[in-house]
């Protein structure tokens, strides 16, 4: 009868209930390490995290599997030797096997009590120092007990450690590879986002023809191209709804020219008087608000063509401000020659000034240098939301800068700073160093005309290469 134990790893020696050796498995801390926010490197640490658990798992497996393999034919082999050595002894009468033992005093007790029952078995026990000890015992017809001692040969260690080499290396390439599939995948994906990002940053900039779908491109169809389709149905359905707005205005304000006009023109007709001044004033305002309107609607449109000319510049700021308000101060610190719409960018200087009129403080303020246009004023400065979103139709700003006027100033002068391929922008003048709970001492608004200005289509002309010429 063969005897099966298993020793537990906190007591060397003591016999257990499988069939191979235990060992206490040492679980390696994880250290945390900063991993980088983009979706490229979340997703590839995500596979060599699951690829190093795996192949971790796989080798422990693998390890304790040939252990106990090994151990077992190493037990086999201790069991088919005592049984020589048993015959040999019955044969000869005398102990003559290598290695073999009568009543060994060292022979495990538990394996004793098993042979004193009368079974045949053998015993695996781990001492001090790690080495791993393969027992086996038989009871012979005399009573004495035959034992044989063999020590886990070398070679089994050798192969234990080549196995262990060669599962460590397939783990690191395991995780590798992981991570280069990570890598790939997620740069794939993360590229599509990237697009897809960048054409619905251009659709919600007002750009009619983009399209995040074609943007992203790729023939493999994934959840990137369902929300491209949905994102694009959006856009689809916001322009469809923005354009009949923008021809409602449109109409609205048209049909409103008509009665408008009449009615100034009755009103010019009354006898002069208080009265009739109120009623003239109304109306007026009346009618800049229709045609404002109008265009307005015709911007939104993007139907606007510029009439370029050339024109030096700071000649023609210093000669329009001068017309419209002789106490507004004009520097001219570099003259240059542009290549504009006269009628839009005066459309914009003058809009720029209404409003630092209306809304800042005295001294009212132009400089022109080089391409670059500032108006500012000493007042209280632009409203928050303006500086942070634009100007916005029919919203004249915070209590501060509130008063007369319907909001369409700075939208037109936008507009048309669009349609002149210019760029509008608008801040406020601190002290140096001061925080943003601070008053401002004024507002800045800052033109800059392109180099090369849009042509009569709307497109704008491609720009020598430079590369080739000679200097």
Do not use: C
């Amino acid at each position: 009868m063969r005897g099966f134990f298993r020793r537990r790893s906190a007591s060397p020696g003591r016999p257990s209930e499988g069939r191979g050796p235990g060992r206490p498995v040492v679980r390696p801390g994880i250290r945390t390490l900063g991993i980088r926010s983009g979706l490229r490197w979340k997703l590839s640490a995500a596979i060599a995290l699951v690829g190093a658990l795996v192949a971790v798992a796989l080798s422990l497996v693998v390890h304790n599997a040939a252990r106990v393999s090994m151990l077992d034919n190493a037990r086999d082999l201790a069991d088919d030797r005592v049984l020589i050595a048993q015959r040999n002894y019955e044969l000869s009468g005398r102990q003559n096997f290598p290695n073999a033992k009568i009543d060994d005093p060292e022979l495990p007790p538990e394996l004793l009590r098993k042979v004193e029952a009368g079974r045949r078995a053998t015993y695996v026990s781990e001492g001090p120092d790690g080495v791993t000890d393969i027992w086996a015992a038989v009871p012979l017809k005399d009573g004495h007990v035959l034992s044989l001692h063999s020590g886990f040969t070398d070679r089994g260690s050798d192969i234990l450690k080549d196995l262990d080499q060669a599962l460590v290396i397939g783990s690191i390439a395991v995780v590798l590879g992981g991570s280069a599939l990570g890598v790939l995948i997620g740069g794939q994906l993360s590229r599509r986002l990237r697009k897809a990002a960048a054409a619905a940053n251009e659709v919600a900039k007002g750009e009619p023809d983009v399209r995040v779908r074609d943007a992203i491109g790729g023939v493999v169809r994934d959840e990137t191209d369902d929300l491209a389709s949905a994102v694009d149905a959006m856009a689809d359905a916001l322009q469809k709804r923005l354009e009949a707005e923008r021809r409602v205005t449109a109409d609205i304000a048209h049909e409103l020219r008509t009665p408008v006009t009449g009615l100034l023109t009755a009103a010019e007709l009354l006898p002069p008087g208080r009265p009739t001044e109120l009623v003239l004033d109304r109306a007026k305002a009346m009618r800049t608000l229709v045609e404002d309107v109008l265009e307005v609607a015709r911007l939104d449109g993007a139907s606007e063509r510029a009439e370029l000319q050339d024109i030096m510049l700071g000649d023609f700021v210093t000669r329009r401000v001068a017309a419209k308000g002789p106490e507004v101060a004009v520097q001219v610190v570099h003259e240059s020659e542009v290549t504009t719409d006269p009628r839009r960018l005066e459309r914009v200087l003058f809009n720029l000034l209404a409003n630092a009129a209306r809304h800042g403080r005295p001294p009212v303020e132009v400089s022109v240098e080089g391409r670059v246009i500032r108006v500012r004023d000493h007042g209280p400065g632009f409203p928050e939301d303006l500086l942070a979103e634009g100007p916005s139709r029919f919203r004249t700003g915070a209590a501060d800068r509130a008063g007369r006027g319907h909001g369409l100033g700075l939208t037109i002068a936008a507009g048309q700073a669009r349609v002149l391929g210019a760029r509008l922008t608008f801040r406020n003048v601190r002290p140096a160093g001061a925080p943003e709970h601070v008053p401002a001492e004024g507002a800045v608004a800052v033109l800059w005309l392109p180099e090369h200005a849009p042509t009569n289509t709307g497109s704008y002309p491609m720009l020598p290469d430079r590369a080739g010429t000679a200097s």
